[in-house]
Nanobody
Framework: QTQLVESGGGLVQPGGSLRLSCAAS????????ISWFRQAPGKERERVSC????????DYLNPVKGRFTISRDNAKNTVYLGINRLKPEDTAVYYC????????????????WGQGTQVTVSS
């Protein structure tokens, strides 16, 4: 059974940091581009970042550039999303997804999604 599991979310004060993890089981991530999405209450899901299978190509949604860092450790079968200087508007459920392609593309075809991890930014 192919599965992605996110972890690392929680309640954080504004200005704080988190590192989210996306771990795969049942398949290896090293062939796939991985994206991180988030969905805030009442809003559309948006892709915040993508990393190619090699890790050499990375994309970020403009509003998160400079605060979000995506990385991967294929040996650990895990992709990470570091978030710095957290803002209340970062509050959302964060999901990871594996594309069938090895590169980031505008119209991905995802083979697997995680269940999400909640990030809440509040004082």
């Amino acid at each position: 059974q192919t599965q992605l599991v996110e972890s690392g979310g929680g309640l954080v004060q504004p200005g704080g940091s988190l590192r989210l993890s996306c771990a795969a089981s049942g398949f290896t991530l090293d062939h796939y581009a991985i994206s991180w999405f988030r969905q805030a209450p009442g809003k559309e899901r948006e892709r915040v970042s993508c990393i190619s299978s090699s890790g050499h190509s990375i994309d970020y949604l403009n509003p998160v550039k400079g605060r979000f860092t995506i990385s991967r450790d294929n040996a650990k079968n895990t992709v990470y999303l570091g978030i710095n200087r957290l803002k209340p508007e970062d509050t959302a459920v964060y999901y990871c997804a594996a594309d069938t392609a090895s590169f980031c593309r505008p119209e991905p075809n995802f083979i697997s999604w995680g269940q999400g991890t909640q990030v809440t930014v509040s004082s």
